[in-house]
């Protein structure tokens, strides 16, 4: 389950990109086939494996009734009529012994072609210059961006909780 044991051949390959270093407030992309993460954890824990080695932990920024973002309307037009702005991407942390990544969640409704792209974009792989004029490049770029800015304020969140509760302890909040 965790990489340790014989590998296990599945339908449908894990959807994944890495960037080729991690560290960044986004290291990649991970496009599920369904909407159940749960069922497909297993297989992207393998597949991270030999990059994070063992996997200890893995945090989410949403929470099970959250609806997640429909990538699908956010070209530029739609989000003029929205008003939209930097709507919450859906992130994972996931933390290995040697390693962690910092992954978008692509939801499994996504097109093809923007899903893609985002995966594409999100570990920085090049785009040749004719793509980057397409919607969907120009939604997958606008999707990355929201998602590092997210992450780093979501850093932060994580960075800070543990002072903070350090400061009250010692009466100092």
């Known amino acids: 389950m965790n990489g340790l044991g014989g ?5 449908s390959p894990v959807r994944l990109t890495l960037c080729p270093a991690l560290g960044s407030d986004i290291d990649g992309a991970w ?16 597949s991270l494996h030999p990059v994070l080695g063992e ?6 920024n ?25 709507r919450r991407q859906r992130l994972m942390v996931v ?7 910092r992954l978008i969640v692509i939801p499994h ?6 899903a893609r792209m985002v995966l594409r974009r999100a570990c920085g792989m090049p785009i040749p210059s004719a793509e980057q004029e397409t919607s969907e490049y120009q939604t997958a770029d606008r999707v990355v961006r929201s ?3 997210e992450s780093a304020a979501w ?7 543990p002072k903070a509760a350090e400061n009250t302890r010692a009466g100092t909040a």
């Open 7 to 11: 590998g296990r051949r599945t339908a």
């Open 31 to 46: 496009w599920p086939h369904t909407g159940s993460v749960a069922k497909e954890l297993p297989e992207l824990i393998e």
């Open 55 to 60: 996997v200890v932990d893995i945090n989410i």
């Open 62 to 86: 949403w929470s099970a009734t959250a609806g997640a973002p429909i990538l699908n309307t956010m070209s530029t037009g739609h989000m003029a009529k929205m008003g939209w702005n930097d």
């Open 95 to 101: 933390v290995g012994k040697t390693a962690c990544a």
């Open 109 to 114: 409704t996504t097109t093809a072609a923007l």
């Open 147 to 149: 998602a590092e800015t």
């Open 155 to 161: 850093a932060t969140r994580v960075v800070d909780a």
